[in-house]
């Protein structure tokens, strides 16, 4: 396949998951491919069973460590094309009240400080010749629940952080589109870690009924796999989506259409 041919995508939080299904996607249709993550064992896996892709160690919440990325991307593959800020936690279930400071800090630098700084840096090596980037948020950066309000809060912020940057690209004339996609629920760890925390918590009553009731109330009849997103990612990614920009690409089987 040949969607991306020629084209350098970077993957933050690319070790595992949906990161490193979207990596496999966009490899597949004929891109190089930078991963970066803290899990420096999955990654290097990761890379090292494909021609192409590289993987560097890499914590999102660390200026310097972006630029370096970012600079490491350029030198071993002659540019960058396609930023995908995926890297993301998510926040254990807790109300509001209890919530502390620290915790609301820690899942705001990691899902949305950490988007800023690549946007930042991704900008500055896309500015010359265009490009596309590619912001994770969440069906949660739409609408609300309980017990996750600072999840929540960092995956609206990149909402609305992606149409800004959208509009500011364009008045600056830069051929750089900024995207975002909401992934719905996804069977992954980071779902099964939430359900667990839910739990815990007593706001769901067991992770099978939690299951469950997502499919059930899940339009299409299935919780997704990481390659209904990545099939987004891809077409964000290529040149098939250049007349987009500051849009939202939700995929969620239908869940927010409720």
Do not use: C
Not at 128 to 146: A, P, R
């Amino acid at each position: 396949m040949s969607r991306l041919a020629g084209k350098t995508a970077f993957v933050s939080g690319g070790a595992k998951g949906l990161g490193a299904e979207m990596a496999r996607a966009m490899h597949e249709e004929g891109a190089n491919v930078m991963v970066t993550d803290v899990l420096e064992d999955k990654g290097i896996e990761l890379a090292d069973a494909h021609e192409n892709m590289q993987f560097m160690a890499h914590d999102v919440t660390d200026e310097a460590q972006w630029q370096a990325a970012i600079d490491a991307t350029v030198k071993t593959f002659g540019g960058l094309d396609v930023l995908v800020n995926n890297a993301g936690i998510v926040h254990d279930s807790t109300p509001l009240e209890d919530t502390t400071l620290e915790q609301w800090r820690h899942v705001t630098a990691i899902d949305l400080d950490g988007v800023f700084l690549g946007a930042k840096y991704g900008v500055r090596a896309m500015k010359e010749k265009g490009g596309s980037i590619i912001n994770v948020s969440s069906i949660y950066g739409i609408v609300g629940s309980v017990a996750q309000a600072p999840y929540h809060a960092a995956k609206g912020g990149v909402r609305l952080l992606t149409k800004a940057m959208a509009v500011e690209m364009g008045g600056l004339g830069y051929k750089i589109r900024v995207n975002s996609i909401h992934p719905g629920f996804v069977g992954t760890d980071i779902l099964r870690d939430g359900i667990r925390s839910a739990v815990e918590m007593g706001a769901m009553d067991g992770e099978n009924e939690a299951i469950e009731a997502l499919t059930l109330g899940t339009p299409a009849g299935r919780l997704g796999v990481p390659r209904d997103i990545a099939n987004g990612i891809v077409f964000l990614a290529s040149d098939e989506s250049e007349w987009m920009t500051g849009a939202e690409l939700v995929i969620d089987g239908g869940f927010t259409a409720q």
